[in-house]
């Protein structure tokens, strides 16, 4: 059975959806539930990962609009992403950035639009620059000065004097993670993006995150209807159907 990719406004969770939400990620991350449960309420939105209608992922997200230099930005913040392991690589998390770029198409035509995130770890990094053509901080990009500027925007505003105008980073009491695929070891260090990563959040071993930066360009958009397009078109040669699930209010995808 395919997984469901599902997008609610925050206020639609219920009690029961919490809950499930709880238990996956407490197994990822050093928080208490009260900690956790009081994060929930600064997102706008989820994007739920279902399968057989059980909660085994979710993404928190955030939509911002905003004015940076006298331009409109549409800021759409991913955070408190986990994916129960036995569901990771199934591109969730570019499905939801594929559902978000449909649903705010409108605001393309007028405004700047990035996906942005504080990547904790490599892995979460990698989540953009493995299948971005344009991501800031980037070994394959020079950081522009329209980069910047939202960049230093978005982390004064939400992370205050925890942030890091110079290296782009933001500052943790603790490290959050509990989780040890997330280490990295000098054979990772093979994959320039992870060599990147270390480099630019050289304290990431301590939580820190680096502030990461998707631009909703031409380029990145077709990555995205490319990479769902190949998962869409295979599972069907794989004799797997897909069905219309329903969920209301919201969209959904399968993936």
């Not at 904790?120 to 990009?141: N, W």
């Not at 040890?180 to 990431?204: C, E, G, K, W």
Request: glycine share 8%; aromatic share 14%.
């Amino acid at each position: 059975m395919k997984t469901k990719v599902v997008i609610l406004g925050q206020q639609c969770l219920t009690h029961a959806q919490k809950a499930e939400m709880w238990d996956v990620y407490r197994g990822f991350y050093h928080y208490s539930e009260s900690g956790f449960m009081e994060r929930i309420t600064r997102n706008t939105h989820f994007s739920l990962y279902l399968h057989e209608d059980r909660i085994v992922g979710f993404t928190g997200l955030r939509i911002d609009k905003t004015q940076v230099n006298g331009r409109s930005q549409l800021l759409m913040y991913f955070g408190q992403t986990v994916i129960s392991r036995a569901f990771r690589g199934r591109s969730l998390i570019q499905t939801t950035a594929l559902l978000l770029v449909l649903k705010y198409w409108k605001a393309w035509l007028t405004s700047d639009v990035w996906f942005w995130y504080d990547a904790l770890s490599y892995k979460a990094y990698l989540a953009s620059a493995k299948c971005a053509r344009e991501i800031y901080p980037s070994r394959r990009c020079p950081m522009t000065e329209k980069a910047r500027q939202v960049r230093d925007f978005a982390g004064k505003h939400w992370y205050g004097d925890t942030y890091c105008r110079q290296s782009g980073t933001v500052a943790k009491e603790v490290n959050f993670l509990n989780d040890t695929s997330v280490s990295i070891f000098p054979d990772d260090l093979h994959n320039p993006d992870v060599a990147f990563f270390a480099q630019a959040n050289p304290r990431y071993a301590e939580g820190h995150g680096l502030l990461t930066f998707v631009p909703v360009s031409n380029a990145n958009i077709g990555v995205l209807i490319r990479r769902y397009w190949n998962r869409f078109w295979h599972g069907r040669k794989s004799g797997s159907t897909a069905g219309k699930a329903k969920a209301k209010p919201g969209t959904v995808f399968t993936t």
